[in-house]
């Protein structure tokens, strides 16, 4: 059966995909989750934070995944089922509990979302003992376990999301002893050191870099340096955040371009990859947005996959060529077809800088503004349709 | 049967690899072995962190028993390897010549390999390598070609040994630390930290801790250097970038930093080769890991995209000697199986052969071995069917390396059951893939809470 559309990943982009391919009147659209429930990451995050970009709430994640399982009546949800090869011309492999098979569709939507970089990957010093956790994992093993893997643990990373654990450890009455963050300031919006320190007392380090891990079978320490001077801090924990990747290997490995500066598929401004049969929408197209984010991407991306199975989507081609250049560690969508209506570009800094930031339609200024970018900050820009119009390729820089 | 009879033909103290391959050995010929371990589990020393090579023996000193015990291990692992459901990849090694030193030394490669009775290697062209090694730096100059060294599984192997030695009738004390001992007429006995225990025969198997249990016997004549090896394992993704084991032309000290593959489908570039005097803790270092990935690069350009998954590191126990030290006291009733350094994983099978010969020699014949029972261990590669490929399974629990509830279910139970996180990771690869537990380090404790105490205290409550 040649279905409209297959959703890989049940989490805020792929439910709010299928809930839009629904009501555009699909009756035959097919979520694939791994998990045991659909809901993605916020199935674990039982503090409030959730919901208030795409349904103006304020919810508990668990709330806010429930919400959007609801929403996506009128889709099959199969939970329980992994997607494990993506099929040139918009097939899946998946691993079911009945077994191995091949399914295909019309439009196939990529949200598998994102995790953690590990310690291993971060390259990181010294023993490698029990105690060293993933945001993730330490969400889970709280909310959804009811259990404390430490009392004491220092957290790595000052975004959004270590900011969450730190809410996590707060609940489960665990006391982080510090925060450390490698650039001069931290990562999220302030003042959240301001309520790390003074509200839950949690020191917050910066321009500190984590050197080593110490410890038998579990975490004794870590060793840090703070212009140029090491130090011990006692901890029996290390929780990572900061450095997300997108869950890509389906890409990877499979028929899609990949963009290693992303981590993600790389996409038109329709939110289709190189083979026009698929789409993605969320955190698989680059690391960590918060669900707002990545859940208007799972409408937007569902938007242009109705008007494809309509066949009012402009035909795939080639496109313009986007490229980020100095200071900017990406940019995406990485090929614009333009059209009558804008189009929104998404970008990245490498790390703090005041500047300009600028793009450049064939060597010239398209546009131009001030900027002052942090590292991890999403930098959004609209570039007008009639700026595009024959243009050969565009980049975009920060100098 | 005397009272004062001990209470087991042979104690083996060290569950390593090599201890392990001892334990069947002898388990097979009729003895009644006890293993003693002072880890949760088996494989809590050198032997859990290694390249995971089968090798020929192809560049072992000539006459050593070193290069005996290679051989005789790497034949015996082959005839052995599908009763016990082990991997084999069968993907050759080649040396590669990258300066004209290098290029030099080929010729000399073949002859100590022709000299070790491996004789089907032979240096092949620049060319040659190139076909074969699409993906290496196209700078080489020439090559020696091994083919019959192997890729294996570091953990599963012994697994599968200990568990067959389990299954003729040998035990395992894990939680066991030999901490001294006294010979009487009739054997050892042996005091440990869970009491004392009686061995006619005592096999010294410590590895890093080889020559603190020798002195248990006598003045230990080696002293043990630890040497560290540090890995970096790279996203499956790489695995086709290299399909023979590749090899630097060796230097005094050290084989060299080797990229190949592993039983898994990871590609793994390492070991460096580090001094220490530290037994037990193999640290990772960031710059040492650097260090290997530009080595890595060096060889094969693509791996620069290729994310890392981990990273890890092991302890080789070296001594002041090249080659392995290995000696029956029959005066002392006791068996010493020291100083086996980077070779113990191609060699325990062979090193075992050697003991049940030694052993016949010096201690009398062993009694008529039963018919062996075969033990297969659960398949873990990719090479064959796995649990989640199949109608019917149950949930997948951990993403990356597609282990199932069941699977993980099996590893806590059983003859041999995981005795710690190491070991249910070792047993079932869970935690083991990209994410390294972002996704399921809840889910794999919740099944091994009730079997692997104190990892996660309750938040309401005072302990686990
Ligand atoms: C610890 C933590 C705390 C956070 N806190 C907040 C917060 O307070 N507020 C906020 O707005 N955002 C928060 N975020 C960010 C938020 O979780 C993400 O923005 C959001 O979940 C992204 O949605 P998504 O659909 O792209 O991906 P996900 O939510 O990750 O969903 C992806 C889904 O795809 C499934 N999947 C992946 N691969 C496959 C496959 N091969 N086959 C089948 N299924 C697959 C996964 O199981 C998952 O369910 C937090 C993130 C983390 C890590
Ligand atoms: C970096 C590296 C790469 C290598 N690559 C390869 C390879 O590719 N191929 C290959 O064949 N070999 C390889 N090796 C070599 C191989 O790993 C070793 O030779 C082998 O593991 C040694 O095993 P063992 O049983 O002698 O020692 P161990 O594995 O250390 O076993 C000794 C055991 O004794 C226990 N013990 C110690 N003291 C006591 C006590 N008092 N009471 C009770 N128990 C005790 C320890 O806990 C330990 O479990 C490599 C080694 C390293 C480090």
């Given amino acids: 059966m040649m279905r409209s559309a297959i959703i890989i990943g049940g989490g805020p982009a792929g439910l709010s995909a299928a809930r839009t391919l629904v009501r555009a009147g699909h009756d035959d659209v097919l979520v694939l989750e791994r998990n045991p429930e659909a809901g993605g990451l916020p199935r674990f995050a039982a503090h409030p934070g959730w919901g208030m970009l795409d349904f103006h709430r304020l919810w508990s994640g668990p709330t806010y995944a429930r919400k959007l399982v609801a929403a996506a009546r009128g889709a099959e949800i199969r939970t329980n089922t992994t997607v494990t090869a993506l099929l040139p011309g918009g097939g899946v492999e998946v691993s079911g509990p009945g077994g191995m098979e091949r399914l295909w569709a019309h439009t196939v939507l990529l949200a598998a979302g994102i995790r953690e970089m590990p310690r291993g990957a971060r390259l990181l010093s010294g023993t490698r003992p029990w105690g060293v956790l993933g945001t993730g994992a330490f969400q889970e093993l709280v909310y959804a376990g009811g259990v404390r893997p430490f009392q004491q643990p220092v957290i790595l990373g000052t975004e959004l999301v270590a900011f969450s654990a730190l809410l996590t450890a707060r609940h489960a009455g665990i006391r982080p002893v510090a925060m450390l963050e490698e650039a001069p300031r931290i990562t999220a919006r302030r003042p959240g050191d301001w309520i790390a320190h003074h509200l839950l007392g949690v020191p917050v380090r910066t321009a500190t870099r984590l050197v080593a891990i110490e410890g038998g079978a579990r975490v004794e320490a870590v060793r840090v340096e703070q212009a140029g001077r090491q130090e011990r801090i006692a901890c029996d924990g290390v929780i990572l955040s900061g450095r997300f990747v997108p869950e890509a290997a389906l890409v990877r490995a499979g028929p899609l371009q990949f963009d290693a500066a992303t981590g993600g598929p790389a996409i038109d401004n329709h939110f289709r990859c190189t083979d026009p049969a698929f789409f993605a929408a969320g955190n698989v197209l680059r690391p960590v947005e918060h669900s707002g984010a990545a859940a208007l991407e799972g409408i937007a991306a569902a938007r242009a996959m109705a008007q494809a199975l309509a066949g009012t989507l402009p035909a795939p081609a080639q496109g313009i060529p986007v490229q980020a250049q100095g200071g900017l560690r990406y940019v995406y969508p990485q090929r614009l077809l333009p059209g009558d209506a804008p189009i929104r570009l998404c970008a990245r800094a490498s790390g703090e800088k005041r500047g300009r930031l600028r793009v450049l339609a064939d060597g010239e200024v398209v546009q131009e503004r001030r900027l002052h970018a942090l590292p991890d900050r999403r930098i959004t820009l609209t570039l007008p349709a009639a700026v595009l119009r024959g243009v050969r390729s565009l980049s975009v820089e920060l100098a | ?464």
């Fill in chain 2, 1 to 464: 049967m005397n009272a004062d009879a001990p209470a087991y033909d042979m104690a083996i103290i060290g569950a390593g690899v090599v201890g392990c391959a001892i334990f069947r050995e002898f388990s097979l010929a009729g003895l009644r072995v006890a293993l003693v371990e002072r880890g949760a589990d088996i494989l809590s020393g050198a032997s859990k962190a290694n390249s995971a090579l089968l090798h020929t023996g192809f560049d072992a000193i000539p006459g050593s028993l070193e290069a005996a015990c290679m051989r005789e291990g790497h034949a015996r692992y082959q005839a052995l390897h599908q009763g016990l459901g082990l991997p084999l990849l069968r993907t050759g090694a080649i040396v590669v010549a990258w300066s004209p030193a290098d290029l030099a030394a080929l010729p000399g490669i073949v002859a100590r390999a022709h000299d070790n009775g491996v004789l089907d290697v032979r240096q092949i062209s620049a060319e040659d390598v190139r076909t074969r090694e699409p993906h290496l730096a196209d700078d080489l100059l020439g090559g020696v070609l091994v083919p019959g060294e192997a890729v294996i599984d570091a953990w599963s192997a012994p697994l599968a040994y200990a568990r067959q030695g389990l299954a003729m009738g040998g035990t395992f004390l894990p939680n066991t630390r030999v901490t001294g001992g006294s010979q009487a007429e009739a054997g050892w006995t042996l005091q440990t930290s869970q009491g004392p225990l009686s061995a006619s025969v005592v096999v010294n198997c410590a590895g890093n801790q080889g020559d603190a249990v020798e002195a248990i016997a006598r003045p230990s004549p080696f002293e043990i250097r630890p040497r560290k090896g540090q890995f970096v394992v790279l996203d499956k993704t790489a695995y086709p970038l290299a399909s023979a084991i590749i090899l630097p032309v060796p230097n005094e000290r050290t084989k060299g930093v080797v990229i190949c593959r592993t039983a898994y489908g990871n590609l793994l570039v390492g070991p460096t080769a580090e001094e220490q005097q530290d037994r037990e803790n193999a640290t990772v270092d960031q710059a040492m890991l650097e260090g290997l990935l530009a080595q890595g690069r060096r060889m094969i350009p693509a791996l620069a995209a290729e994310p890392v998954t981990t990273t890890y590191a092991g302890l080789r126990p070296a001594t002041q000697f090249k080659d392995y030290q290995i000696e029956a006291l029959p005066q002392r009733r006791w068996i010493t199986v020291g100083g086996i350094r980077s070779t113990g994983l191609t060699g325990s099978l062979g090193i075992a052969a050697h003991l049940h010969r030694l052993y016949a020699q010096h201690f009398g014949p062993l009694p008529t071995p039963a018919d062996p029972v075969l033990t297969p261990v659960p398949n873990l590669t990719e090479e064959h069917p796995r649990p989640w490929q199949r109608p019917g399974r149950d949930e997948i629990v951990c993403h990356c390396e597609m282990v199932t509830r069941g699977e993980i279910a099996a590893a806590l139970q059983g003859p041999l059951p995981a005795g710690d996180l190491g070991g249910l990771k070792r047993r079932t690869r869970c935690m083991m893939g990209r994410c390294q537990g972002f996704y399921c380090t809840w889910r794999v404790m919740e099944i091994a809470a009730p079997h692997v105490p104190g990892l996660v205290t309750p938040i309401q409550g005072s302990s686990a």
